[in-house]
């Protein structure tokens, strides 16, 4: 990085740092953060997105809809999130696996489970095995981030669906007397004002979504938490940065990042409460009223 | 091949290191499978009751702390509250075992009574008791939240009520206070408990290492999934475990209830809802 980089043995502390910091592995443990965002970027939407279909089905008036919707938000209680984490990326990549083998080698006769393996066709491996590194590390990326909206959808339907029980029946009721389809009430009166009853549960799960991240290395990501642990490690003098296991102060950084993170989010999403119970008719939207008055 | 009996004799107590010591190889069985596990829930068990048995009384007083009005005991319990509520438990786990591994490379003395006496700082790093303050901590932390909660909305009347009685101090905190708050705070530190037997199952992941394959139930479990290459088994099993864990929780916790609000008309109590979701 720096010009006087070339033989760190000779280098003053402070020099010495600021070549360490700056060499190629820390380079990467920097880029890994985008990691984690990234994650959040994809994972938030796709859960919301998840647990509104899953509220909507646990509304239904199809029986079997609704089931499904009950039955998906239902799944998440009393398991461990880590087990569902472990179990489903096994799963998906195990499932995609069957079903490509099912379509591309109808002919196969030997069985899938054979004793203690599993063995598909090689042309259903996936990803294919010659596949360059970068399609490896996003198919195991995509597989994680699957996982974890269908966990977090869980959570937001449950969310939701309480949001939306939790608007006042007489405004739907009213929307109904003016001659509004059900389609219409639901997506011009209940969506609206459901978000401000959402919003605290909504915010929780975010939080707690944010203190997932690190499990990602569990699914074999590469990311914060393993570069931590890789770069932190004790090194000895045949790397050019000789230092004994530091892998405390880096989870001390990391621990930091995550106070910083769960900190801003906490001041941001009070903003936004305050915003949206500007002129609702809660307790919240009063005290505001009041306040100004 | 083994009988469920077989299995049951040789791995029932596998975790703590009596029975058999190999585990199962080759073909292996649905009832070896739900025995070891089991056994592995041992451990579980005795790290989210005992975190839970201690942490009670360190989050009451640090509710009290963060509810003091001086400012020398409430900003050092503010910083704790978020220091474990804002961060990560896998990162918290993490740290913790670094840390108790440096901590005998340091070299932490004590001299008591003149004597120089080296602290025993080896069990530290053993998840029996290494996860076990990280997760006394947690707990506390977050226990601490929720009863600071309903310590700040026990009704005024009732504290009123209670001056004009002529209580005042510890008598007062002992009689009304401190009732009314586990009162309020019970529905939530009920959700806070599961939570807390759930997160028991991250130790499996953080590095403190089991020792003579004594592990928890996830350990027992990830074995399985390696050596059958079918997770559709052990995973599961794990997964009906917590439930049957989770349902004791909520009847213990459901009789503590009742017996909170024993005073109150039966329309009145609240009932206890399980609104599951938190992970750390």
Same mark, same amino acid.
């Given at each position: 990085?720096?010009?006087?980089?070339?033989?760190?043995?000779?280098?003053?502390?402070?020099?010495?740092?600021?070549?360490?910091?700056?060499?190629?592995?820390?380079?990467?443990?920097?880029?890994?953060?985008?990691?984690?965002?990234?994650?959040?970027?994809?994972?938030?939407?796709?859960?919301?997105?998840?647990?509104?279909?899953?509220?909507?089905?646990?509304?239904?008036?199809?029986?079997?809809?609704?089931?499904?919707?009950?039955?998906?938000?239902?799944?998440?209680?009393?398991?461990?999130?880590?087990?569902?984490?472990?179990?489903?990326?096994?799963?998906?990549?195990?499932?995609?696996?069957?079903?490509?083998?099912?379509?591309?080698?109808?002919?196969?006769?030997?069985?899938?489970?054979?004793?203690?393996?599993?063995?598909?066709?090689?042309?259903?491996?996936?990803?294919?095995?010659?596949?360059?590194?970068?399609?490896?590390?996003?198919?195991?990326?995509?597989?994680?981030?699957?996982?974890?909206?269908?966990?977090?959808?869980?959570?937001?339907?449950?969310?939701?669906?309480?949001?939306?029980?939790?608007?006042?029946?007489?405004?739907?009721?009213?929307?109904?007397?003016? @001659?509004? +389809? *059900?389609?219409?009430? !639901?997506?011009?009166?209940?969506?609206?004002?459901?978000?401000? $009853?959402? /919003?605290?549960? #909504?915010?929780?799960?975010?939080?707690?979504?944010?203190?997932?991240?690190?499990?990602?290395?569990?699914?074999?990501?590469?990311?914060?938490?393993?570069?931590?642990?890789?770069? @932190?490690? +004790? *090194?000895?003098?045949? !790397?050019?940065?000789?230092?004994?296991?530091?892998?405390?102060? $880096?989870? /001390?950084?990391? #621990?930091?990042?995550?106070?910083?993170?769960?900190?801003?989010?906490?001041?941001?999403?009070?903003?936004?409460?305050?915003?949206?119970?500007?002129?609702?008719?809660?307790?919240? @939207?009063?005290?505001?009223?009041?306040?100004?008055? | 091949?083994?009988?469920?009996?077989?299995?049951?004799?040789?791995?029932?107590?596998?975790?703590?290191?009596?029975?058999?010591?190999?585990?199962?190889?080759?073909?292996?069985?649905?009832?070896?499978?739900?025995?070891?596990?089991?056994?592995?829930?041992?451990?579980?068990?005795?790290?989210?009751?005992?975190?839970?048995?201690?942490?009670?009384?360190?989050?009451?007083?640090?509710?009290?702390?963060?509810?003091?009005?001086?400012?020398?005991?409430?900003?050092?319990?503010?910083?704790?509250?978020?220091?474990?509520?804002?961060?990560?438990?896998?990162?918290?786990?993490?740290?913790?075992?670094?840390?108790?591994?440096?901590?005998?490379?340091?070299?932490?003395?004590?001299?008591?009574?003149?004597?120089?006496?080296?602290?025993?700082?080896?069990?530290?790093?053993?998840?029996?008791?290494?996860?076990?303050?990280?997760?006394?901590?947690?707990?506390?932390?977050?226990?601490?939240?929720?009863?600071?909660?309903?310590?700040?909305?026990?009704?005024?009347?009732?504290?009123?009520?209670?001056?004009?009685?002529?209580?005042?101090?510890?008598?007062?905190?002992?009689?009304?206070?401190?009732?009314?708050?586990?009162?309020?705070?019970?529905?939530?530190?009920?959700?806070?408990?599961?939570?807390?037997?759930?997160?028991?199952?991250?130790?499996?992941?953080?590095?403190?290492?089991?020792?003579?394959?004594?592990?928890?139930?996830?350990?027992?479990?990830?074995?399985?999934?390696?050596?059958?290459?079918?997770?559709?088994?052990?995973?599961?099993?794990?997964?009906?475990?917590?439930?049957?864990?989770?349902?004791?929780?909520?009847?213990?916790?459901?009789?503590?209830?009742?017996?909170?609000?024993?005073?109150?008309?039966?329309?009145?109590?609240?009932?206890?809802?399980?609104?599951?979701?938190?992970?750390?």
């Amino acid at each position: 990085m720096f010009q006087f980089c070339t033989d760190p043995s000779t280098l003053a502390t402070a020099q010495w740092f600021a070549c360490y910091l700056t060499n190629g592995v820390h380079l990467l443990f920097y880029q890994s953060f985008l990691v984690v965002f990234a994650l959040l970027a994809v994972a938030a939407p796709l859960s919301l997105a998840l647990g509104f279909l899953a509220a909507t089905a646990s509304r239904s008036q199809i029986a079997p809809a609704r089931w499904i919707g009950k039955i998906y938000t239902a799944m998440v209680r009393g398991v461990p999130d880590i087990v569902f984490f472990l179990f489903f990326v096994l799963v998906l990549d195990q499932g995609i696996e069957y079903l490509r083998h099912l379509i591309v080698c109808p002919d196969w006769t030997d069985p899938i489970r054979q004793g203690a393996n599993f063995l598909v066709c090689s042309a259903a491996r996936t990803p294919q095995g010659n596949a360059p590194q970068w399609v490896h590390e996003t198919y195991n990326f995509g597989l994680a981030v699957f996982t974890y909206a269908i966990v977090f959808g869980a959570f937001c339907g449950n969310v939701l669906y309480g949001a939306m029980n939790a608007v006042p029946r007489p405004q739907l009721e009213t929307a109904a007397a003016y @001659g509004m +389809s *059900r389609r219409q009430v !639901f997506w011009r009166i209940l969506v609206p004002q459901m978000w401000v $009853y959402a /919003l605290p549960g #909504l915010s929780n799960i975010w939080m707690i979504l944010i203190k997932a991240t690190p499990l990602l290395f569990l699914l074999g990501i590469e990311d914060i938490v393993y570069w931590a642990r890789e770069i @932190g490690g +004790s *090194r000895n003098s045949r !790397f050019a940065y000789p230092h004994p296991d530091w892998r405390f102060f $880096y989870f /001390l950084g990391l #621990l930091v990042f995550y106070l910083c993170f769960t900190r801003l989010s906490e001041i941001v999403l009070d903003r936004l409460t305050r915003r949206l119970t500007r002129g609702q008719a809660t307790a919240g @939207g009063e005290a505001l009223r009041r306040a100004a008055a | 091949m083994m009988t469920c009996a077989e299995a049951f004799q040789s791995y029932a107590l596998r975790s703590l290191g009596y029975g058999e010591r190999a585990l199962p190889q080759g073909d292996i069985s649905l009832c070896e499978q739900v025995v070891l596990i089991g056994s592995g829930m041992i451990w579980n068990v005795y790290l989210g009751l005992v975190a839970l048995a201690f942490g009670f009384f360190f989050a009451v007083a640090l509710a009290l702390g963060k509810a003091s009005s001086r400012r020398m005991i409430r900003k050092p319990s503010e910083w704790f509250i978020f220091l474990f509520r804002g961060s990560p438990l896998f990162i918290q786990f993490f740290m913790a075992y670094e840390a108790f591994v440096m901590l005998p490379r340091l070299g932490v003395e004590f001299e008591v009574f003149g004597i120089a006496i080296e602290a025993e700082t080896r069990w530290l790093a053993r998840a029996w008791l290494g996860a076990l303050i990280v997760l006394f901590c947690n707990t506390s932390a977050y226990a601490a939240e929720i009863f600071h909660g309903a310590l700040r909305s026990v009704p005024r009347g009732d504290l009123e009520a209670a001056d004009a009685y002529g209580l005042s101090g510890w008598k007062k905190f002992r009689r009304i206070t401190f009732p009314t708050t586990m009162r309020l705070a019970w529905p939530a530190y009920t959700n806070e408990a599961i939570f807390l037997f759930q997160s028991t199952a991250l130790v499996f992941f953080s590095s403190f290492p089991a020792i003579q394959q004594g592990g928890d139930a996830l350990y027992y479990a990830s074995y399985f999934a390696d050596r059958t290459f079918n997770p559709f088994i052990p995973y599961p099993i794990v997964a009906l475990y917590f439930i049957a864990l989770t349902l004791v929780v909520i009847t213990v916790f459901g009789a503590i209830n009742r017996r909170l609000n024993r005073h109150l008309p039966g329309d009145q109590r609240p009932r206890l809802r399980f609104r599951p979701n938190l992970i750390r």
